[in-house]
């Protein structure tokens, strides 16, 4: 059963840094583009990153180049997104998902999605 489990979301103030995980069980994360999304109140379901393992590239989306990165354990079957000068507006639940290829694709019609871990920056 493919699984995706988000965690490491938290309460936190304007200017720290935060640290998701994303683990998954299933399949074997190396081998296919791992995605984040981020999804505010009220607001449409935004692309954070995006890993493609068929070039080895990783897509940031604008609002957060600078400030966040993507990682992977293989060992852990585990992405991480590593989040740093948070602000206000980074307030979203996080959400990893993959349709098991090896690049990324356009959209967010993925196939496999987690629960998503909240994220709240505020003073």
């Known amino acids: 059963q493919i699984q995706l489990v988000e965690s490491g979301g938290d309460l936190v103030q304007p200017g720290e840094s935060l640290t998701l995980s994303c683990t998954a069980s299933?399949?074997?994360?190396?081998?296919?583009?791992i995605y984040w999304f981020r999804q505010a109140p009220g607001k449409e379901r935004e692309r954070v990153s995006c890993m493609s393992v068929l070039d080895g590239t990783t897509e940031l989306a604008d609002s957060v180049k600078g400030r966040f990165s993507v990682s992977r354990d293989s060992a852990k079957n585990t992405m991480y997104l590593q989040m740093s000068g948070l602000m206000p507006e980074d307030t979203a639940v996080y959400y990893c998902?993959?349709?098991?290829?090896?690049?990324?694709?356009?959209?967010?019609?993925?196939?496999?999605w987690g629960k998503g871990t909240l994220v709240t920056v505020s003073a």
């Open positions: 998902a993959t349709d098991l290829v090896r690049r990324c694709l356009r959209g967010d019609n993925l196939d496999y």
């Open positions: 299933g399949f074997t994360a190396d081998h296919f583009a």
